[in-house]
């Protein structure tokens, strides 16, 4: 983590994406009073599929049709 005031910041405009990826994370301060955090940008995280999920489930012991119709029955 690297602190920086506003005057430091306005100089350093153009260098912001290489100071976060070489600190990791940026406070802009005022009067030495934190105003601002600067954060890299999280990894896109790869959604798993619809497959996937399904072998990850457990399966039911009760048949789908069978919870539905109960579930309407009980109304």
Known sequence: M???N???MRA???RLD???AEE??????RR????ARILPMAAHRQFPDHADL?????RLQTPS??????ERDER
């Open 54 to 58: 399904r072998l990850r489930m457990a």
């Open 65 to 70: 049709a069978e919870l539905i119709r109960a």
């Open 12 to 14: 350093n405009i153009g």
């Open 24 to 29: 990791g994370e940026l406070v802009i301060s």
């Open 32 to 35: 030495g009073q934190p105003i």
């Open 2 to 4: 690297k602190e920086l």
């Open 18 to 20: 290489e100071l976060v």
């Open 6 to 8: 506003i005057r430091e």
